[in-house]
């Protein structure tokens, strides 16, 4: 079992471990005293530890004195299951699970300077200061979306890193589909998008040495089971259960998009950017031939996309103008 360290507001490697054992007998009923031996706390603290649960949602049925039990299962993203579901795999050998943070991302580069490990994720229920790109936050509803992050120590130019959002976009459009049979679009650079809404987005940050990434993070949030997003966002943002009508295991969905998402990030280390560039070019129609705005934060002008360069920036040739590198900005596209 590994130990969760001791970071303020993660799940107790205890209270997960009560989580999972409910979990795995759900609809059985299991006595208080079963309980306190197999995670070897006692009695009084399970039954304080049964209210801890209640209060964060999960619907724990039962008492005290007859034993406990789960009604349905709920879906919370147990480290434990996961773990076991990603066996054998690098990413996800180290989780640590918050009901409740402020961002993955600020967690995971805490993590980077403390020494953790390639492939340690960081994943939450909810979040109160979910970040995206310039600036902007990222809705974070408790339990109905993804959110995490994973650190990675890949041996890099710093110039490179950004690739690493690309990979995980298409990893990511890769596990949806094989769950959903929902083809996400990949917009260059960071975003999913279904039907022209966001269904998920990338946030990839760093630190570095002016030729050497020491270590980098990607957050990746998606919208998996919300049924609505408040009114600010209802228009731009959308949901897997939003476009199938139909409830997505959120654990399942994880652990696809960690297998996956570490099998091409070993791909792209072995194969070089090229790996990452073709992939993606291969699995986007946006690259090529889209109307689009480049707003980039300096000046903005429309264009057409024309492919990505071999670094796997987007060339856009400029209405009336040159063709031109985007190295960072906001592109949308224009219809
Ligand atoms: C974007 O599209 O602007 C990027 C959004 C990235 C959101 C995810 S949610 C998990 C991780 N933690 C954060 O604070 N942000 C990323």
Same mark, same amino acid.
């Given at each position: 079992?590994?130990?969760?360290?001791?970071?303020?507001?993660?799940?107790?490697?205890?209270?997960?471990?009560?989580?999972?054992? =409910?979990?795995?007998?759900?609809?059985?009923?299991?006595?208080?005293?079963?309980?306190?031996?197999?995670?070897?706390?006692?009695?009084?603290?399970?039954?304080?530890?049964?209210?801890?649960?209640?209060?964060?949602?999960?619907?724990?049925?039962?008492?005290?004195?007859?034993?406990?039990? =789960?009604?349905?299962?709920?879906?919370?993203?147990?480290?434990?299951?996961?773990?076991? &579901?990603?066996?054998?795999?690098?990413?996800?050998?180290?989780?640590?699970?918050?009901?409740?943070?402020?961002?993955?991302?600020?967690?995971?580069?805490?993590?980077?300077?403390?020494?953790?490990?390639?492939?340690?994720?960081?994943?939450?229920?909810?979040?109160?200061?979910?970040? @995206?790109?310039?600036?902007?936050?990222?809705?974070?509803?408790?339990?109905?979306?993804?959110?995490?992050?994973?650190?990675? &120590?890949?041996?890099?130019?710093?110039?490179?890193?950004?690739?690493?959002?690309?990979?995980? @976009?298409?990893?990511?459009?890769?596990?949806?589909?094989?769950?959903?049979?929902?083809?996400?679009?990949?917009?260059?650079?960071?975003?999913?998008? *279904?039907?022209?809404?966001?269904?998920? @987005?990338?946030?990839?940050?760093?630190?570095?040495?002016?030729?050497?990434?020491?270590?980098?993070?990607?957050?990746?949030?998606?919208?998996?089971?919300?049924?609505?997003?408040?009114?600010? =966002?209802?228009?731009?943002?959308?949901?897997?259960?939003?476009?199938?009508?139909?409830?997505?295991?959120?654990?399942?969905? *994880?652990?696809?998009? =960690?297998?996956?998402?570490?099998?091409?990030?070993?791909?792209?280390?072995?194969?070089?950017?090229?790996?990452?560039?073709?992939?993606?070019?291969?699995?986007?129609?946006?690259?090529?031939?889209?109307?689009?705005?480049?707003?980039?934060?300096?000046?903005?002008?429309?264009?057409?996309?024309?492919? *990505?360069?071999?670094? @796997?920036?987007?060339?856009?040739?400029?209405?009336?103008?040159?063709?031109?590198?985007?190295?960072?900005?906001?592109?949308?596209?224009?219809?």
């Amino acid at each position: 079992m590994h130990q969760t360290p001791s970071l303020p507001g993660t799940t107790d490697r205890r209270l997960a471990a009560l989580l999972t054992l =409910l979990t795995e007998n759900s609809t059985i009923v299991i006595s208080g005293t079963r309980i306190a031996r197999e995670i070897g706390v006692s009695r009084t603290m399970v039954w304080r530890w049964v209210e801890q649960l209640r209060k964060l949602g999960v619907q724990v049925k039962g008492q005290h004195s007859s034993g406990y039990f =789960l009604e349905k299962v709920p879906d919370i993203l147990t480290p434990d299951l996961l773990r076991k &579901r990603l066996k054998g795999n690098q990413f996800g050998k180290r989780v640590l699970h918050f009901f409740k943070t402020d961002s993955t991302n600020r967690v995971a580069m805490e993590l980077g300077y403390a020494a953790e490990p390639e492939g340690t994720v960081v994943l939450a229920e909810s979040q109160t200061d979910g970040r @995206g790109r310039s600036g902007r936050s990222w809705h974070s509803e408790r339990g109905t979306g993804l959110y995490f992050t994973v650190l990675l &120590r890949p041996r890099l130019s710093p110039a490179q890193a950004p690739l690493l959002t690309m990979l995980a @976009g298409i990893s990511a459009q890769a596990a949806v589909q094989a769950q959903t049979g929902l083809v996400p679009e990949l917009k260059w650079p960071n975003d999913l998008l *279904l039907n022209g809404k966001k269904l998920g @987005g990338i946030l990839t940050e760093m630190h570095a040495e002016p030729n050497l990434v020491r270590f980098v993070i990607v957050g990746i949030g998606l919208n998996v089971n919300q049924e609505k997003f408040p009114a600010e =966002l209802s228009s731009i943002a959308t949901s897997i259960r939003m476009e199938s009508g139909r409830l997505t295991y959120r654990l399942e969905l *994880l652990a696809r998009l =960690l297998a996956q998402f570490e099998s091409d990030y070993n791909r792209f280390l072995q194969e070089g950017p090229g790996f990452v560039v073709d992939r993606f070019q291969s699995v986007t129609s946006f690259a090529q031939g889209r109307r689009v705005r480049v707003d980039t934060g300096t000046e903005t002008y429309l264009g057409t996309t024309e492919g *990505l360069s071999p670094e @796997g920036l987007l060339l856009v040739s400029r209405d009336n103008g040159p063709l031109v590198t985007v190295i960072a900005g906001d592109v949308t596209e224009v219809r």
